[in-house]
């Protein structure tokens, strides 16, 4: 697969110096390498941490909360937020869907004194380490192997045949950006992953 044919990017210009005092923790992975499990662990155990909403075009599911899961919003209201250059980064995974990063969702959590976690897709990571290289820290997520991935999806049981082969053609495109970030957890055992993940953050948090 491709994954420039199916992926649309846009990177907003640098970020302002005076965020420079501000830290960023980023989380990225392929889907099913439990970045978002690992992400909820580390809320649980660094209150210092605060979880960063995306704005996002698809439809809300059930037991989900708008403002808290995600900001839903329809393409005209996300594309309006694109004109107003008011994302860190944004993209349009499919057509029609986008995922976004606020800068408002940013000044926000600092705001509160606490610093953002992004649960976010590789090539948005990417690009929000490169717009605060100073300030963030980017940890990739890594499956044990392809094989332990597919079964993890399959063990959902929301894929079908042509879905699973779409997310599993992109986690090995998304794999071979590993390089690209400041650490790399692998994901074999949670408990342990978690745990290297935390004591990762706290050494950047300088707790």
Same mark, same amino acid.
């Given at each position: =697969?491709?994954f420039?044919?199916?992926?649309f990017?846009y #990177?907003p ?9 501000h ?7 392929p ?16 209150p210092q941490?605060?979880?960063s909403?995306s704005a ?6 059930? !037991?989900?909360?708008n403002?808290a899961?995600y900001?839903f =919003?329809?393409p005209?209201?996300?594309q309006e937020k ?10 349009m995974?499919?057509? !029609?869907k986008y995922?976004?990063t606020l ?13 953002p ?10 690009h929000?380490q490169?717009q605060?290289p100073?300030q963030s ?7 044990p192997?392809?094989?332990e991935l597919?079964r ?5 049981g929301?894929e ?8 599993l ?5 998304e794999l071979? #950006?590993?390089?690209? #970030? ?7 055992d949670?408990?342990?992953?978690c ?5 990762i953050?706290?050494k #950047?948090?300088?707790?």
């Amino acid at each position: =697969m491709n994954f420039s044919k199916h992926t649309f990017l846009y #990177f907003p210009v640098a970020a302002d110096a005076s965020d420079s005092a501000h830290k960023i923790v980023i989380l990225t992975a392929p889907s099913g390498a439990g970045k978002t499990s690992i992400t909820r662990y580390l809320l649980q155990q660094l209150p210092q941490l605060a979880f960063s909403i995306s704005a996002a075009t698809r439809p809300m599911r059930a !037991g989900e909360t708008n403002g808290a899961d995600y900001y839903f =919003m329809s393409p005209e209201a996300f594309q309006e937020k694109i004109k107003n250059n008011e994302f860190v980064e944004w993209e349009m995974v499919y057509e !029609g869907k986008y995922y976004g990063t606020l800068k408002s969702e940013l000044s926000r959590l600092w705001k509160l004194h606490r610093c953002p976690l992004l649960d976010i897709d590789v090539k948005g990571a990417i690009h929000v380490q490169q717009q605060y290289p100073g300030q963030s820290l980017s940890i990739f997520i890594e499956p044990p192997s392809v094989k332990e991935l597919r079964r993890r999806l399959i063990s959902r049981g929301s894929e079908s045949e042509d879905s699973l082969q779409t997310r599993l053609n992109k986690a090995e495109y998304e794999l071979s #950006f590993m390089s690209h #970030f400041n650490k790399v957890v692998v994901n074999d055992d949670f408990e342990e992953a978690c745990a290297e993940t935390e004591s990762i953050v706290k050494k #950047f948090l300088e707790i």
